[in-house]
């Protein structure tokens, strides 16, 4: 999401000036110069936004956030976040291809949303490369050629490694004729970059 507000928050008596940062699964606030506080979706108890303060319940809490028009949004995206595949555009009916390996929960998560496996030689509205290692991403130029001219490519690699740096990724992929329009948290291990064919080449 990295959706940020300045607000106001009261927690344990205290009251901050600061800055409010909505994730996937999680809210950050800091507060100059070093108090922070940061929020689990799965810790949190209850949820609720009225007269635009947005409360959160938890062990160690309540805290409230002072956030105007913004607090029923917010609390409405923590106790109904989009689904990992909503985040990556998945939806029901396209064309979509696997290049390397993915975990089962992925593949069944693409059986629900009914997203439909393009035949051998068609191109794929979106197509899914999971990049191990730095010679994994020589192969990009030529599995970027299987997209539809409106399609994606996502290339999955992991977080926090040397065998796959994200510059490497981008640079891979604008290499091959693609444009980099979206990161993504794939999962807890992997991160997710979707690259598309620039305007000009549609």
Do not use: N
């Amino acid at each position: 999401m990295g959706q940020e507000l300045e607000c106001t928050m009261r927690h344990r008596h205290r009251t901050l000036t600061g800055k409010a940062q909505l994730e996937t699964d999680y809210l950050l606030f800091r507060s100059p110069p070093s108090d922070r506080l940061k929020l689990l979706f799965k810790d949190l108890t209850s949820v609720t936004a009225s007269a635009g303060v947005l409360k959160l319940e938890f062990a160690g809490g309540p805290a409230e956030f002072d956030l105007g028009r913004a607090a029923e949004k917010w609390a409405a995206k923590i106790l109904h976040p989009p689904s990992r595949l909503d985040k990556l555009g998945v939806k029901p009916g396209l064309k979509v291809r696997l290049v390397g390996e993915f975990d089962e929960d992925f593949r069944r998560e693409l059986a629900e949303r009914q997203a439909e496996a393009p035949e051998p030689r068609a191109k794929a509205d979106l197509l899914f490369f999971a990049a191990e290692t730095a010679a994994d991403l020589k192969r990009v130029r030529k599995i970027a050629t299987g997209i539809e001219t409106h399609g994606a490519l996502w290339l999955v690699y992991p977080k926090g490694v040397t065998a796959v740096r994200e510059i490497e990724v981008l640079q891979t992929g604008r290499e091959a004729g693609l444009k980099d329009v979206k990161v993504a948290r794939f999962s807890e291990t992997h991160t997710a970059l979707k690259f598309v064919l620039p305007l000009a080449a549609r």
